[in-house]
């Protein structure tokens, strides 16, 4: 049996993006069942998760007998999808090469970009700095977006004519990009991840998540008994 591991609550611009969605989308795509153990703070940023589980104190980790654990959402999402033989073309093909390579692009050289624009609107309290950095961010983050838009060109799937991973992928990242309202210039880019994400498999996954975290509060995730790190 897979177990995933997914947080017990998180803020409302967070819920049905928390990565863990990631993961159970792809267990639903290529039908393999799971189940979820849902974690608080202080045991993700425990000695003992970071040293079995996720060095980081972070999460998606996929747990499955007979298997190390296994963290990073895209090498999970990845992994089941080679293991499965779905959504990822066959072993070897230029196909694969090329799902691979778009699910490395959407981590590596689009995901930061978001992130950097979501740090300031969510996580900055300096009003000043915040003012001065958001211009930027924003420019930098579209700026790619048109990039990858471009770089579509107009087809419906991202490698071939199926669906693959790094459908999946790019219509989760922007996911970001959506709540940052970073598509707004880009209107077919956002049409097409509104098609992707109509999948079963996600809506599924989206569903799931949110069900969970509405059913618990910010207490429950314990945030202050988190040991502080030291000064
Ligand atoms: N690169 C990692 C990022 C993991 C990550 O940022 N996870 C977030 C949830 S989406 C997390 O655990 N946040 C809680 C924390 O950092 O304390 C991945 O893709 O799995």
Same mark, same amino acid.
């Given at each position: 049996m897979i177990?995933?591991t997914?947080?017990?609550?998180?803020?409302p611009?967070?819920?049905?993006?928390v990565?863990?969605?990631?993961?159970?989308?792809?267990?639903? +795509?290529?039908?393999?069942?799971?189940?979820?153990?849902?974690?608080?703070a202080?045991?993700?940023?425990s000695?003992g998760?970071?040293?079995? /589980?996720?060095p980081?104190?972070?999460?998606?980790? /996929?747990? *499955?007998?007979g298997r190390?654990?296994?963290? +990073?959402?895209?090498?999970?999402v990845?992994?089941?999808?080679?293991?499965a033989?779905?959504?990822?073309?066959?072993?070897g093909t230029?196909?694969r090469?090329?799902?691979i @390579?778009?699910v490395?692009a959407?981590?590596?050289? $689009? +995901?930061p970009?978001? #992130?950097?624009?979501?740090?300031?609107e969510? #996580?900055m309290?300096?009003?000043?700095?915040?003012?001065?950095?958001?211009?930027?961010?924003?420019?930098?983050?579209? *700026?790619?977006?048109a990039a990858l838009?471009?770089?579509?060109?107009?087809?419906?799937?991202?490698?071939g004519?199926? #669906?693959?991973?790094a459908?999946?992928?790019f219509?989760? $990242?922007?996911k970001?990009?959506r709540?940052?309202d970073?598509?707004?210039?880009?209107?077919?880019?956002?049409?097409? @991840? @509104?098609?992707?994400?109509?999948?079963?498999a996600?809506?599924?996954? +989206?569903t799931?998540q949110?069900? *969970?975290?509405?059913r618990?509060s910010?207490?429950?995730m314990?945030?202050?008994?988190v040991?502080?790190?030291?000064a």
């Open positions: 177990t995933l997914a947080m017990k609550w998180a803020p611009f967070a819920a049905g993006q990565r863990d969605h990631r993961v159970r989308w792809i267990l639903n +795509e290529v039908d393999w069942s799971y189940r979820v153990r849902l974690v608080d202080p045991t993700m940023k000695a998760y970071r040293h079995s /589980l996720q980081f104190g972070q999460l998606p980790v /996929l747990e *499955e007998e190390p654990p296994m963290f +990073e959402s895209g090498a999970i990845l992994d089941v999808a080679m293991r033989g779905r959504c990822i073309g066959g072993e230029p196909e090469a090329a799902a @390579q778009w490395i959407g981590l590596n050289s $689009i +995901e970009f978001l #992130f950097n624009v979501a740090e300031v969510y #996580f309290d300096d009003d000043a700095v915040k003012d001065a950095r958001k211009p930027v961010v924003r420019a930098l983050a579209k *700026e790619r977006l838009e471009k770089a579509r060109d107009g087809r419906d799937w991202w490698v004519n199926t #669906f693959t991973v459908d999946l992928m219509a989760s $990242i922007l970001v990009a709540g940052l970073l598509l707004g210039d880009l209107p077919a880019l956002a049409a097409w @991840q @509104q098609e992707i994400l109509a999948r079963p996600h809506v599924k996954a +989206e799931d949110r069900a *969970e975290i509405a618990h910010p207490a429950d314990r945030y202050d008994q040991p502080k790190p030291p």
